[in-house]
C-alpha cells in the first residue's frame, strides 16, 4: 500500500473534490463512504462541522489533513477491511480522536480511499502536528500489509533507491508551457538518470569547442537535445529533462557563452535561420522534381 498526505485550508474545497473531482463533473466516482467523531454523515454538513471544529484553534492555518490510501492494481480489500486499515493508520498518526471522513473511489484501476481528518481535536482544541507524518504512515503501512497478506509495496520515503529513482513530475508551470505550445509535458529526471547524464554530458563539455559541436554531439553521442527554457538551458530525451546548472560545476549557460564567443539566443536564431534555408531549398527541389515529372509524363503522351 502508498500513502500519500498533505495539509490544506478549506474542507468544503476538498469535500466538493473527492465527490465530484476538480472539474466538478466526475459523477459515479464514489464507492463508499464512512464518518469518525461525526455526529452525522451528511456531505454538506460534514465540512461545516469540521470548520466550526477547527476555528477552537486561532494559530492554525491549515487545518485539514487529506490522506489517502491506495493499493496495487492486483490487489484489493472489503470496505471492512479498508476502515480498519484507514483506523489503524489515524491510530498510528495519532488521531485517533479527531474527525475523519473516508470517501472511496471506484474510478481508477487501483482500489484507494481518501482521508479528510480535522487536525484540531474536537475537544481539546488543540492541533495536531503532522511532522515526520510519512515516516509514520509508512512504517504503518508496512506493519499492516505483512498482517494482511498483502504485496510489499515500497513507499519512496522508506525505500532511498526507489527515491532516487523516481522522476519528478511535471510542475504547474511545466503544464502551462506545454499547453502554450502545444507541447507534451515534460517531468524532470530522477536523480539516478541526472548521474548518468551528467557522466555522459561531462566529456563534451570539455571538449566541444563551439555550440554546433555540443549540440550535435549531444544528440548523436548522448541522445539528448539542448534547448531554450527560461533564462536558462535544458537537455532532454524527448519525455525527461535537466537543467543545465545540474550538470556540475563551470557548466553554466555564461560561461559556455564566453567560452564558445558566441551567446545561445545568437546560435539558436542562427540555427532557425538555417533550417528555414533549409526548408525552402527542400521546397524549391521538391518543385523541381515535380516540374520534371510533369514535363517527362507530357513528353511520353506526345511520342506515343
Known sequence: MIGKAHTGAGFAGLCRYLFTGSDGKQLGRVAWTATRNLPTDDVAAVPIIMRATAAQSVRVQKPVYHLSIALPPEETLSQEVMERVVDQSLADLGLSGHQAF??????????????????????????????LDWSRIEKSLRAQETALGLRYVPGIHSDPELAQNLARRPTRGDLARARRLNQKAMSLMSASELRELRQNMAPLFEKCQNWEELTSCAVSLVGVDIQGKGQGLILTDGERYAKLSQMGKG???????????????????HALDMDLEELELSRELKRKRMGNRMRKRTTMRLTR
Open 251 to 269: 557548466v553554466r549557460l555564461k560561461e559556455l557563452e564566453k567560452r564558445f564567443a558566441q551567446s545561445w539566443a545568437d546560435f539558436s536564431q
Open 102 to 131: 473516508l470517501v472511496a473511489h471506484q474510478d481508477t484501476d487501483h482500489q484507494h480511499v481518501h482521508v479528510m481528518v480535522n487536525r484540531v481535536h474536537p475537544e481539546s482544541g488543540k492541533a495536531w502536528s503532522n511532522s
